[in-house]
């Protein structure tokens, strides 16, 4: 149990004239959050996509797939931010190609320089014409705090945050680029959905901006459950919609455990298994809607 600074940055993309420019944008949002003394700093999701802007292809897929030259100048920046500010990033999400195939790959970096990553599990039917789903979800622990990383769309779905917050993570950290604002609410009260029913916090951070003439809306938050001794409306911290900032908010484990246990409501340990126990049974059926004659 452990108290843990969680520093957000609602990146907002712009335009560029190379990777330098890239970087100096990126690093002095660090110098920025390191004024805050986080322990961990969260960056949108395909946040990397601000260098499209300089690309000259005139098809964004081919725009998309250049992007991938650039990985090892990505991590090769956030790994030296990361050991030089003593502090973990979630460099949100960047398109790395593996055997051909075009994964978005959420990255952690550890100030010990180690580079752990996370392949978005979850496509919407826009990026299933040039992304390929990852097939594992994963559990990353710092010294104070276990968490997952569920990009965007990840987010969506009430089992990924269930099977996550029962494997031990405390956090779910969300990166994510939406191109108009209900798509950003879409995510918003999926992840504090996920708070309430897991008893975990969610940060949620998106890319804003333009991107290669695609315009994104946004902004970045901290959610908690909704009960005695949090936020009253669940925030416990949030920026102003499309604007680049930096916010942080420290979040208490301790306080999700006794939630758990003592809480107005026990959402994590009150689902009644044994009338849900046949759920998996519809594992692979056809989507609500469809005639289903032995459900």
Known sequence: MAKVRISAVPFKAGPVSSFDD??????????QAATEE??????????????????????????????TKYTEDYV???TGLARDKAFYIVAGSHLKEVGGKFYNTGHLFTPEGKVWEQQKC????????WTAP????????????????LTCYDLEFPETSRLMTLRGADLLISPSATL??????????????????????????SLLGNVAGLPLWGMASVLTPCDTGFPLKGV???????????????????????????????????RRWDVLDALHDFEGRAPTGSKAKDA
């Open 22 to 31: 890239f970087a100096a944008h990126v690093t002095r949002l660090v110098d």
């Open 38 to 67: 986080p322990d961990i700093v969260v960056f949108p999701e395909l946040f990397t996509a601000e260098l499209l802007n300089f690309f000259e292809e005139p098809d964004i897929a081919d725009k998309f797939a250049r992007l």
């Open 76 to 78: 090769s920046l956030f």
């Open 122 to 129: 979850h496509l919407v039917p826009l990026e299933r014409a």
């Open 134 to 149: 990852g097939d594992e979800l994963k559990i990353f622990e710092t010294e104070k705090v276990k968490f997952s990383i």
């Open 180 to 205: 108009d604002e209900q798509g950003y609410w879409r995510v918003r009260h999926c992840g504090h959905a996920r708070c309430i029913e897991d008893q975990v916090y969610v940060v949620h951070c």
């Open 236 to 270: 416990a911290a949030e920026s102003l919609p499309n604007e680049e900032a930096v916010i942080t908010a420290e979040l208490d484990t301790g306080l999700l455990y006794e939630n758990r246990e003592q809480g107005t409501v026990t959402t994590l340990k009150d």
